[in-house]
């Protein structure tokens, strides 16, 4: 079993347009900077990995883990030279999102700014879509 890698919120993202690219997650460049950082001290492991999970007070919420290879059904993002893995179930809820990392004095957590949403909880760990 993989090992959680940190916290992660949604934001809804309204009046934003999805933007075609490639890639079905796009990540910024502190989003790449933490993952580079978080690999550095786990040499087994290729990249992480984004799955959705039904919890919370709001249906869906995004795991992180570390991940030693990609799945089967799993779709790869790479960026910036770093890896991340979306699970086939989190896949459709993930189509223009942007990965970031935020920090601040109190927290510090990975943000997934995701047009697609159309509500969250007060905490912004579940949604719905």
């Known amino acids: 079993m993989a090992s959680s890698v940190v916290r992660a919120t949604v934001r ?37 990995k984004v799955g959705v999970r039904t919890r919370g007070c709001n249906g869906l919420s995004y795991t992180l883990e570390y991940t030693k290879s990609k799945g089967d059904s799993d779709e790869e993002v790479v960026q910036d030279g770093v890896r991340v893995f979306i699970e086939k179930k989190a896949q459709l809820t993930l189509l223009g999102t942007e990965m970031d990392y935020v920090e601040d004095k109190l927290s510090s957590e990975f943000v997934f700014n995701n047009p697609n949403i159309k509500g969250t909880c007060g905490c912004g760990e579940s949604f719905n879509i």
């Open 12 to 48: 809804a993202v309204s009046k934003r347009k999805i933007q075609a690219t490639r890639a079905a997650l796009t990540l910024t460049p502190s989003a790449v900077q933490k993952i580079k950082e978080l690999l550095k001290d786990q040499p087994e492991h290729v990249g992480v």
